[in-house]
């Protein structure tokens, strides 16, 4: 199973989501609302506490860190810590924030293409806050094979994601659809809003108090935990936003948080 297909959009139109994502986190106003947040969300808290007694021996990369959110509590454990992001903002804030910690590194990366980093070198990879759904359903799995390609057999691996089963089939719309470009359009009508439903992944406006027009990814969560069983990863755990563990499939059809934490293990 792969996520290719779920979504077929004109090239022009796949480039102009990409381009509104990484200019919005470009933006020094983004910046600023993003380095308010200093706080694990519940989810985050509770991976924290399961690998902590592990942490000392692990080498880090930490994707999409925004910030610097979360390097403020993984970095300081770790026996190594990389932090990266698409965005040069971000990571320029992350060097100034951190300026003192000689021993982290912060550097300009896109999950799609992670070729700055070597095979089977990292411990721990976490792509948290929904990093994952800023890029297009067809890139996404270039995300998965990249992160296992830089983990270690046996190594973890978490992310976030949201939760295609929090918004009723009757909301799956465009807020802005004058801006989207004309290869979009057939995604206005009924018919094919129904099939990008049962496909299991949509895009949608969004954009968390940051930017409206952001361009999200919405994905059924048991579409996401076969994926995962299909590419042999094991340990599997879903966590729902209150830190809680999703411990069997009947739960995760019902779950409708805003957004999951999958974490599990690669061979």
């Given at each position: 199973m792969s996520f290719s297909g779920q979504?077929?959009?004109?090239?022009?139109?796949?480039?102009?989501?990409?381009?509104?994502?990484?200019?919005?986190?470009?933006?020094?106003?983004?910046?600023?609302?993003?380095?308010?947040?200093?706080?694990?969300?519940?989810?985050?808290?509770?991976?924290?506490?399961?690998?902590?007694?592990?942490?000392?021996?692990?080498?880090?990369?930490?994707?999409?860190?925004?910030?610097?959110?979360?390097?403020?509590?993984?970095a300081p454990l770790v026996k190594e810590y990389t932090g990266v992001d698409y965005s040069k903002s971000m990571i320029d804030y992350c060097k100034k924030r951190f300026k003192s910690n000689s021993n982290y590194k912060f550097e300009i990366a896109d999950s799609r293409s992670l070729k700055l980093f070597e095979d089977k070198y990292y411990d721990f990879v976490l792509f948290s806050f929904n990093g994952m759904d800023f890029i297009l359903p067809e890139e996404r799995e270039m995300a998965f094979k990249e992160m296992e390609r830089v983990c270690k057999s046996n190594g973890t691996i978490c992310f976030s994601s949201h939760n295609l089963l929090s918004v009723g089939r009757a909301h799956i719309y465009w807020r802005n659809p004058k801006s989207i470009l004309?290869?979009?359009?057939?995604?206005?009508?009924?018919?094919?809003?129904?099939?990008?439903?049962?496909?299991?992944?949509?895009?949608?406006?969004?954009?968390?108090?940051?930017?409206n027009n952001l361009k999200i990814c919405?994905?059924?969560?048991?579409?996401?935990?076969?994926?995962?069983?299909?590419?042999?990863?094991?340990?599997?755990?879903m966590f729902n936003l209150n830190g809680f563990e999703i411990a069997n499939l009947r739960k995760v059809c019902k779950c409708t948080d805003p957004w999951l934490y999958y974490l599990y293990k690669i061979r």
């Open positions: 979504i077929k959009l004109e090239r022009h139109a796949m480039h102009e989501l990409d381009a509104v994502n990484k200019n919005t986190y470009e933006k020094s106003n983004v910046v600023d609302i993003y380095a308010q947040r200093n706080k694990l969300q519940p989810p985050e808290r509770k991976i924290f506490r399961i690998l902590k007694p592990k942490l000392s021996t692990m080498k880090m990369l930490d994707i999409g860190i925004g910030a610097g959110r979360t390097t403020s509590y993984f004309a290869g979009l359009q057939p995604l206005m009508n009924k018919e094919k809003i129904n099939t990008i439903a049962t496909n299991d992944i949509v895009i949608r406006d969004g954009g968390e108090g940051i930017n919405y994905i059924n969560p048991s579409i996401q935990l076969k994926y995962l069983k299909d590419k042999g990863y094991y340990d599997i755990k």
